[in-house]
């Protein structure tokens, strides 16, 4: 496991196949979060990545706090990790997290940056009271994928909040 971690490419595809015809998969998935959850403080960001992929084909129990874990991290590469897993591995401890994580950057003032991962991890989690969000996502990112998440999570606001997007655009924008 640390090898895959270390290494990823081949060994870690090898890991994988090896975990998989041992039916290891729980355990891996254990060790992997527990190993991420532990480190992720002074891990490098290819080792994230590799450790991530593990955890896709080894999905363990507290990959909700993973997520969390990943979301909080400073590198926007690493959060962007949170927020795949967060859309590869939605449900109720997930959104969650979600939840949980944007209340705290909006409570502190923080930045928030709005990948188009988000938007996706928002429609897989079903975060209708997480609306506002995709709302901010689509007018500071101006990316479609906010718009999309927008309409799924409510219809009827989506099509108010779309006028006032459309009406700050510059009318050279809109011909």
């Known amino acids: 496991m640390y090898a895959a971690i270390r290494f990823g490419a081949d060994t870690l595809d090898q890991v994988k196949k090896t975990v998989a015809s041992r039916k290891e998969r729980q355990q891996a998935g254990l060790f992997v979060e527990n190993y991420l959850l532990n480190n992720i403080s002074s891990m490098q960001g290819y080792q994230i990545l590799n450790s991530?992929?593990?955890?896709?084909?080894?999905?363990?129990?507290r990959t909700a706090q993973v997520i969390g874990a990943l979301l909080v991290n400073e590198e926007q590469a690493i959060a962007d990790l949170g927020w795949?897993?967060?859309?590869?591995?939605?449900?109720?401890?997930?959104?969650?997290?979600?939840d949980n994580y944007l209340t705290r950057v909006l409570v502190k003032g923080q930045k928030i940056e709005y990948p188009v991962a988000m938007a996706e991890?928002?429609?897989?989690?079903?975060?209708?009271?997480?609306?506002?969000?995709?709302?901010?996502?689509l007018f500071a990112a101006n990316e479609p994928a906010f718009f999309s998440a927008m309409q799924y999570l409510n219809p009827q606001q989506c099509q108010k909040d779309a006028l006032e997007y459309l009406s700050r655009a510059p009318l050279e924008e809109l011909r």
Do not use: H, I, M, R
Request: without cysteine; charged residues 15%.
């Open 52 to 61: 991530v992929k593990l955890l896709q084909a080894f999905k363990g129990q």
């Open 84 to 98: 795949q897993l967060a859309t590869a591995y939605p449900g109720q401890k997930t959104l969650q997290v979600l």
């Open 121 to 137: 991890a928002l429609v897989a989690n079903d975060a209708t009271e997480l609306y506002s969000f995709a709302k901010l996502g």
